[in-house]
């Protein structure tokens, strides 16, 4: 099977460039709830999100508990280094 | 309820340690206008609160600046990580690495520990939203003040990021104020406090 393998510091720029997108609109919906260009921005990069997210923890462990993978035989949580510390997220 | 995710909102890659400049951020770990005093300020504020779109920017800020605090203490343990006794010495961090060896605990740049009377809870959200707007400017000067220390392009990068989310929650501080207001007695803003005079069963 040929699989695409993605790099994996491009893949977790494009979650941080996303995920950004998110964490921004979520606060400007908090204070604009009915922006329908603004509902249009979130729903796509959460979308986005969500699928960079399955994808990173696909092949580099997961970065959230919903993808976390329970069928491996080891808790993947702790493998990968802590977001402060050397190759860390 | 909260989730962790194991990433910083925005990437830390220090590879130069600097002790010195690490004695001036923490600042923004446990310091009067840093990021934990920050979040505790929105989290315990938001319980009271009557507008559900001022409630959600309580929770949603305050939950933003826990993130902003894992930033700024991964910025002082990459800075302080490698050291030696004698870096130590050099740098007057030897008083800090006496009491915690090399390990984050919120303090200010003076050294005085982080207290909970850095930040108010009124139970007013006329008098917490200013305080809360007051809260990100005095942020935001703080970051100017070690943006002007800092000559390391490595550590200014995730200081600019951080001091530019404090002018975003200003804003919506502000508008958060407005939605307030909106609902106030716009001949009198003060005729009633909503947080107290309007729960129900109390009107």
């Given at each position: 099977m040929t699989e695409n393998k993605p790099n994996r510091r491009e893949l977790l720029e494009w979650i941080n460039v996303v995920s950004f997108a998110v964490d921004d609109v979520k606060l400007f919906l908090d204070t604009h709830p009915c922006d329908a260009e603004a509902l249009e921005y979130f729903d796509e990069f959460k979308k986005q999100r969500v699928e960079a997210l399955k994808e990173y923890a696909r092949y580099y462990g997961p970065l959230t508990l919903d993808t976390?993978?329970?069928?491996?035989?080891?808790?993947?949580?702790?493998n990968e280094p802590w977001p402060w510390q050397e190759g860390g997220c | 309820m909260w989730n962790y995710e194991k990433r910083l909102q925005y990437p830390v890659k220090i590879t130069q340690t600097n002790p010195k400049i690490a004695q001036v951020i923490i600042t923004q770990f446990g310091?009067?206008?840093?990021e934990l005093a920050a979040s505790m300020r929105y989290l315990s504020q938001r319980?009271?609160?009557?507008y559900s779109e001022v409630t959600g920017i309580l929770t949603d800020i305050g939950t933003e600046e826990l993130a902003h605090m894992e930033m700024i203490c991964a910025i002082v343990h990459q800075l302080t990580r490698d050291l030696t006794p004698e870096e130590l010495e050099k740098s007057g961090f030897d008083k800090y690495y006496a009491d915690h060896t090399l390990a984050l605990w919120p303090q200010a740049a003076s050294g005085a520990p982080w207290t909970a009377?850095?930040?108010?809870?009124?139970?007013?959200p006329i008098t917490d939203l200013h305080e809360d707007m007051a809260a990100e400017q005095k942020a935001r000067t703080t970051y100017d003040n070690i943006l002007r220390l800092v000559k390391d392009p490595e550590i200014c990068e995730p200081i600019r990021f951080l001091r530019q989310r404090e002018i975003v929650h200003y804003q919506r501080f502000g508008e958060s104020l407005r939605i307030v207001q909106d609902h106030l007695d716009s001949k009198n803003?003060?005729?009633?406090n909503p947080e107290f005079d309007l729960r129900s069963g109390h009107r």
């Amino acid at each position: 099977m040929t699989e695409n393998k993605p790099n994996r510091r491009e893949l977790l720029e494009w979650i941080n460039v996303v995920s950004f997108a998110v964490d921004d609109v979520k606060l400007f919906l908090d204070t604009h709830p009915c922006d329908a260009e603004a509902l249009e921005y979130f729903d796509e990069f959460k979308k986005q999100r969500v699928e960079a997210l399955k994808e990173y923890a696909r092949y580099y462990g997961p970065l959230t508990l919903d993808t976390a993978s329970t069928s491996a035989e080891r808790w993947g949580w702790i493998n990968e280094p802590w977001p402060w510390q050397e190759g860390g997220c | 309820m909260w989730n962790y995710e194991k990433r910083l909102q925005y990437p830390v890659k220090i590879t130069q340690t600097n002790p010195k400049i690490a004695q001036v951020i923490i600042t923004q770990f446990g310091g009067p206008d840093g990021e934990l005093a920050a979040s505790m300020r929105y989290l315990s504020q938001r319980y009271t609160m009557p507008y559900s779109e001022v409630t959600g920017i309580l929770t949603d800020i305050g939950t933003e600046e826990l993130a902003h605090m894992e930033m700024i203490c991964a910025i002082v343990h990459q800075l302080t990580r490698d050291l030696t006794p004698e870096e130590l010495e050099k740098s007057g961090f030897d008083k800090y690495y006496a009491d915690h060896t090399l390990a984050l605990w919120p303090q200010a740049a003076s050294g005085a520990p982080w207290t909970a009377t850095y930040f108010q809870s009124k139970g007013d959200p006329i008098t917490d939203l200013h305080e809360d707007m007051a809260a990100e400017q005095k942020a935001r000067t703080t970051y100017d003040n070690i943006l002007r220390l800092v000559k390391d392009p490595e550590i200014c990068e995730p200081i600019r990021f951080l001091r530019q989310r404090e002018i975003v929650h200003y804003q919506r501080f502000g508008e958060s104020l407005r939605i307030v207001q909106d609902h106030l007695d716009s001949k009198n803003f003060y005729a009633i406090n909503p947080e107290f005079d309007l729960r129900s069963g109390h009107r």
